[in-house]
């Protein structure tokens, strides 16, 4: 499976630049509950956690994707300054986080996009709301940042423990 890199004349757009990637060393099937809660404990809400694999297989009989799942999580302080700005950048959110295997690769892959990024990056947000959106990539960069480190710190204190 080969990774696609969206890019513009200038490079890729600093949500993509800027996104969050880590492996795990542990089962699939332990990665994605342990992804899930760690944004739990940083408060947010899971919406849903769909395993792309098997929908695919379900619906259109193909059973050559790796195992992915999303994990679709939302934070109600930034769901409630992202429709402060404006109701319809709630059609951005919630935010997603994807947990996945590569042929070949023994490590569980954990990678995040920023959907407020996104919304900055694409412009989605009213005229002269920079200030207000800049303030919600900050906080929403705050907020993964500890989601993001507890993930690192827990996931290899999961490997020291396999380990020993």
């Known amino acids: 499976m080969s990774e696609m ?7 890729p757009a600093p949500t993509a630049e800027e996104a ?3 492996t795990l060393d542990m089962p699939f099937e332990d990665a994605v509950p ?15 956690v769909t395993r792309l694999d098997e929908m695919i297989e379900g ?17 109600p302080e930034i ?7 404006d109701p319809t950048l709630a059609g951005m959110l919630p935010c997603t986080t994807t947990v996945y295997e590569r042929e070949g690769d023994d490590r569980v892959h954990v ?3 920023s959907a ?6 694409l412009g989605c947000a009213p005229a002269g709301s920079d200030a207000d959106v800049e303030t919600l990539v900050e ?26």
Request: net charge negative.
């Open 116 to 121: 407020t990024k996104a919304i900055r990056d």
């Open 20 to 22: 969050l990637h880590t």
């Open 79 to 85: 769901a409630h300054d992202a429709i402060a700005i």
């Open 59 to 75: 619906m259109l009989g193909h059973d050559d994707v790796e195992r992915t799942a999303l994990i679709v999580v939302c934070h």
């Open 139 to 164: 906080k929403t960069g705050e907020l993964m940042t500890v989601v993001w480190e507890n993930i690192e710190e827990h996931g290899r204190e999961t490997d020291d423990r396999a380990a020993e």
């Open 111 to 113: 990678h995040h996009v």
């Open 5 to 11: 890199h969206v890019e513009s004349a200038t490079g």
């Open 34 to 48: 342990f992804v899930q809660i760690e944004h739990e404990l940083a408060d947010f809400e899971t919406v849903r």
